[in-house]
């Protein structure tokens, strides 16, 4: 369970996230959902000890982010963000490797190689795995390294707007390989995202957020109706149902 | 083979060692021996240092591209040997022992380098055009300021600062070359310690971060490792501008790995390869005096126009 108890942050005086208290239990999916500026970024950042916490405290089963030694918590949990620009000219199964440095130390053994061929199996990485990253399509690369936070093994995973700059087919595929992860490998997603209607799809929960605090949070029936999205987003979005999930129909003009 | 390819790099620099040894000897061995003995350790020194500050400063400020003495640097050490000549005096300077000076010139050089670059592992880290205008300017002001205080001294003062800072390739300061070898020596060891680190570093912030390496931290010290090699370089032959750049750029060409277990010692073995063999060429071959930092700039220079051109915006 990833515990978030009281965390405050600002950058100088402007306030990103206040107060804010939330729990999120181990295993499928969870998604961040919110309009531009609603600290749903510097949450994720600070969960995943990517800037100091200023106030409140955070723990992932227990492990305090600001206690814990960074090589400890990166058995934990593991990270991705959308800049993923690497000046290091690296293949794609380098890059895959690194996922095992925090269990290897940078001397990967057997038992890390055969990691690494496993995760490249399951990301369909095989034939591109000498492939250069600077040779790959923006669909490719993201691929590439959620292999990498797949090797690393950990049983949180976070995510930062993974499917920016991905097409949808692209798009589609990264968030059933995600699904997998949750479902087959049973790692804990958590994924920061724009698009209300791919997290009613594929998240188990969502938490949506205001202006640096949570204004609702559970499943996506409960959480992506017309009432909740007017207090997030501050427009009339009408909502119907596809299937089982609830689809916002956010595109469309306002509503009369 | 990274390994193979090291192995034909230190092969290279021992052909070149030998030559600068042997070539055009003339007179009894005893002397030369020890003379050029001493001036080939210099050289291969100064090669290693600056070959190995620039690959570990690139990989913590994440380019190719710059490298110390671009940023200015060497440019600082220049100031801080010409504050000191100011405020103590050209009599006191000249009394100090070369050995602690040299000391406390490096420590000084530390400490205002981890001051002034923390800058270069901020924000702006991946934005080029801002880490140029940053190296430019700091290099300008450096530069400026050294002179401004070089117009303020007295004729003697300044005789003794040229003395002091103004050496080159053709005239190397071996008086420093014991104590600087062992400063650069645990540099590198120090540096060797970290270079399976380093390359997660080379990552960037946030997956170095993710896989659990103290990325702020690392990168400051390798800063201050940094300023030592540069201090050592620029005590023993004066600043340089484009070489680091031509030696990190040939390391990475050559090993083709992003380990810095093999970066470090090719960088290393390059840039003490292309010192030996250049001096050998233009004193022995070519007859010529004090020429070979000007054809290195001038290629690095090159190298660094067409760098500059090539690199995409970010």
């Known amino acids: 369970m990833i515990e978030i108890d009281r965390v405050s942050h600002g950058f100088g005086r402007s306030p990103v996230l206040r107060d804010v208290s939330l729990r999120i239990p181990k295993g499928g999916i969870t998604a961040l959902i919110g309009p531009n500026g609603a600290g749903k970024s510097t949450l994720l950042s600070l969960m995943a000890r990517l800037i100091p916490l200023q106030a409140g405290r955070i723990a992932f089963d227990g492990l305090d982010v600001s206690r814990t030694p960074s090589n400890e918590l990166a058995l934990k949990l593991a990270v991705l963000r959308q800049d993923t620009a690497i000046a290091t000219r690296l293949t794609v199964r380098d890059l895959v490797t690194f996922g095992r440095y925090p269990r290897s130390g940078g001397r990967p053994g057997p038992e890390d190689h055969?990691?690494?061929?496993?995760?490249?199996?399951?990301?369909?990485?095989?034939?591109?795995?000498?492939?250069?990253?600077?040779?790959?399509?923006?669909?490719?690369?993201?691929?590439?390294?959620?292999?990498?936070?797949?090797?690393?093994?950990?049983?949180?995973?976070?995510?930062?707007?993974?499917?920016?700059?991905?097409?949808?087919?692209?798009?589609?595929?990264?968030?059933?390989?995600?699904?997998?992860?949750?479902?087959?490998?049973?790692?804990?997603?958590?994924?920061?995202?724009?698009?209300?209607?791919?997290?009613?799809?594929?998240?188990?929960?969502?938490?949506?957020?205001?202006?640096?605090?949570?204004?609702?949070?559970?499943?996506?029936?409960?959480?992506?109706?017309?009432?909740?999205?007017?207090?997030?987003?501050?427009?009339?979005?009408?909502?119907?149902?596809?299937?089982?999930a609830p689809l916002a129909l956010h595109h469309l003009a306002d509503p009369g | 083979m990274p390994r193979d390819r090291l192995l034909v790099l230190a092969a290279l620099l021992a052909l070149a060692a030998l030559a600068f040894m042997t070539l055009g000897a003339k007179g009894s061995w005893s002397f030369l021996l020890p003379f050029?003995?001493?001036?080939?350790?210099?050289?291969?020194?100064?090669?290693?240092?600056?070959?190995?500050?620039?690959?570990?400063?690139?990989?913590?400020?994440?380019?190719?591209?710059?490298?110390?003495?671009?940023?200015?640097?060497?440019?600082?050490?220049?100031?801080?040997?010409?504050?000191?000549?100011?405020?103590?005096?050209?009599?006191?300077?000249?009394?100090?022992?070369?050995?602690?000076?040299?000391?406390?010139?490096?420590?000084?050089?530390?400490?205002?380098?981890?001051?002034?670059?923390?800058?270069?592992?901020?924000?702006?880290?991946?934005?080029?055009?801002?880490?140029?205008?940053?190296?430019?300017?700091?290099?300008?002001?450096?530069?400026?300021?050294?002179?401004?205080?070089?117009?303020?001294?007295?004729?003697?003062?300044?005789?003794?600062?040229?003395?002091?800072?103004?050496?080159?390739?053709?005239s190397v300061e071996t008086d420093l070359l014991a104590l600087a070898a062992l400063l650069a020596g645990a540099g590198g060891a120090a540096t060797w310690r970290l270079r399976h680190a380093l390359d997660v570093v080379a990552l960037g912030r946030a997956p170095a971060i993710g896989l659990g390496v103290g990325y702020d931290a690392i990168g400051r010290f390798t800063l201050l490792i940094v300023a030592l090699l540069v201090s050592v370089s620029t005590a023993l032959v004066g600043p340089v501008a484009f070489f680091g750049l031509i030696v990190a750029s040939l390391a990475h060409l050559v090993v083709r790995s992003p380990h810095h277990a093999h970066l470090l010692p090719a960088a290393a073995l390059i840039g003490a390869t292309i010192l030996v063999a250049g001096q050998t060429l233009f004193e022995r071959v070519l007859g010529l005096q004090s020429t070979l930092s000007v054809v290195i700039e001038f290629a690095g220079g090159l190298l660094f126009l067409a760098l500059l051109l090539r690199a995409r915006p970010t």
């Open chain 2, 36 to 170: 050029r003995g001493l001036r080939l350790a210099a050289l291969a020194l100064v090669g290693a240092a600056v070959g190995v500050a620039t690959v570990l400063f690139q990989t913590v400020t994440g380019n190719r591209i710059l490298t110390p003495s671009i940023m200015g640097f060497d440019a600082l050490y220049v100031l801080l040997q010409t504050a000191l000549v100011f405020l103590l005096g050209g009599l006191g300077y000249a009394m100090l022992d070369a050995r602690p000076k040299f000391l406390a010139e490096t420590g000084l050089m530390m400490l205002a380098s981890a001051s002034l670059l923390g800058l270069l592992l901020g924000r702006g880290r991946h934005d080029l055009h801002r880490m140029l205008l940053v190296g430019v300017i700091f290099g300008t002001l450096f530069r400026s300021l050294a002179a401004f205080l070089q117009r303020l001294m007295d004729p003697n003062a300044f005789a003794v600062l040229q003395g002091a800072s103004f050496a080159s390739f053709g």
């Open chain 1, 114 to 244: 055969a990691a690494v061929g496993r995760a490249l199996a399951e990301f369909d990485l095989g034939s591109l795995a000498g492939r250069f990253l600077d040779e790959l399509s923006g669909g490719q690369r993201q691929r590439a390294f959620v292999a990498m936070t797949f090797a690393q093994a950990a049983d949180y995973l976070l995510l930062d707007e993974p499917l920016n700059s991905l097409d949808l087919t692209y798009a589609r595929a990264l968030m059933h390989r995600l699904r997998s992860l949750a479902d087959d490998h049973g790692r804990t997603v958590v994924v920061v995202l724009h698009d209300i209607n791919y997290a009613a799809a594929w998240a188990d929960r969502i938490v949506a957020l205001r202006e640096g605090a949570v204004v609702a949070e559970g499943t996506p029936a409960e959480v992506i109706r017309p009432d909740h999205l007017r207090s997030i987003y501050g427009v009339r979005i009408s909502v119907i149902r596809h299937g089982d």
